[in-house]
C-alpha cells in the first residue's frame, strides 16, 4: 500500500502552491519555500505491491520567491514551472529530477501585467502551462493564457487567451493532432463568485 511521507516545506512567501506528477514508475513532488523551490521524487515498485521509497531531492531556483509552482514529466524528463517578479519561467531536468537545468523564460510580462503560474501539463515532445495575466490576487480578476512549447520545452510559444478569474488545462490526443483543453471560470471582478463556468478545447497547435 502506499504510505504517506512527511515534507519540510518550510516557511513561504504570501502562499504556497504545490505540484505533483507521476508516471508509472515515478511520483515528483515540487513546492515553494523562501529558500526557493524544492523537487522531492517518489519511485514506485512494480505492482501487487507498489512499494514506495524516497527518491532524490532537488532544491532549484534558490533564493526565488515562487508563489506559484507546477511539475510535469514524461519519461525521465521533468519540467518545474514558476512564477517570479511579474514573470514565469521553468527548469528541465533530463535524469529523472536529480539535476535541473538552468532558468528558461515561459513568459515576459510586464510591471501592469503581472504573472500568476497555474498548473502544467506535459506529453511527448509537448509542454504546456496556464498562466493569469492581471492583478495579484491569486487568480481573480484579469485574463488567462496557455504558453506551450513542441520542442521539450526549449522555446516557447502563446496559445489561447481566455478572460476570467482561475484557468487550467491539459494535453488531448497524441502526436500532430495533440491539442490543448483550457477550461476557466469567468469571473471578472471580485463580486461574482456564483457565476457559471466554461471550458474550452482548443483547435490548431499543438
Same mark, same amino acid.
Given at each position: %500500500? ?5 515534507? =519540510? ?9 504545490? #505540484? !505533483? ?5 515515478? !511520483?515528483?513532488?515540487?513546492?515553494? $519555500? ?6 522531492? *521524487?517518489? /519511485?514506485?515498485?512494480?505492482? &501487487?505491491?507498489?512499494?514506495? +521509497? ?5 532544491h532549484?531556483a534558490?533564493?526565488?520567491?515562487? %508563489? ?15 512564477g ?9 531536468? /533530463?535524469?529523472?529530477?536529480?539535476t535541473? #537545468? $538552468? ?6 510580462s510586464?510591471?501592469? =501585467? %503581472?504573472?500568476d ?5 506535459? *506529453? ?10 492581471? &492583478? ?8 488567462? $493564457? ?15 487567451? /481566455? ?15 495533440? $491539442? ?5 471560470? /469567468?469571473?471578472? +471582478? ?6 457559471? #463556468?466554461? !471550458? ?5 497547435? %499543438?
Amino acid at each position: %500500500p502506499l504510505r504517506s511521507y512527511e515534507f =519540510d516545506l518550510g516557511e513561504a512567501h504570501l502562499y504556497r502552491v504545490r #505540484g !505533483i506528477t507521476a508516471t508509472a514508475t515515478r !511520483i515528483w513532488v515540487a513546492w515553494s $519555500r523562501n529558500d526557493g523551490i524544492h523537487v522531492q *521524487r517518489l /519511485n514506485v515498485a512494480s505492482e &501487487p505491491a507498489m512499494k514506495v +521509497s524516497k527518491g532524490p531531492r532537488a532544491h532549484i531556483a534558490r533564493d526565488t520567491v515562487a %508563489p506559484g509552482v507546477g511539475v510535469a514529466a514524461v519519461g525521465n524528463r521533468v519540467y518545474v514551472g514558476y512564477g517570479h517578479d511579474n514573470d514565469a519561467f521553468m527548469r528541465v531536468s /533530463n535524469d529523472g529530477g536529480r539535476t535541473f #537545468g $538552468r532558468s528558461r523564460m515561459l513568459y515576459d510580462s510586464t510591471a501592469s =501585467d %503581472p504573472v500568476d503560474f497555474f498548473g502544467l501539463h506535459a *506529453r511527448e515532445n509537448v509542454v504546456a502551462t496556464s498562466i493569469h495575466l492581471g &492583478p495579484w490576487c491569486g487568480g481573480c480578476v484579469g485574463s488567462n $493564457r496557455a504558453v506551450y512549447s513542441t520542442n521539450w520545452g526549449r522555446t516557447w510559444t502563446s496559445g489561447p487567451e /481566455n478572460v476570467g478569474g482561475y484557468a487550467t488545462l491539459a494535453l488531448v490526443g497524441t502526436g500532430p493532432g495533440m $491539442r490543448i483543453a483550457q477550461a476557466w471560470d /469567468n469571473r471578472t +471582478s471580485h463580486e461574482t463568485y456564483g457565476d457559471p #463556468g466554461y !471550458i474550452k478545447f482548443q483547435l490548431g497547435t %499543438p
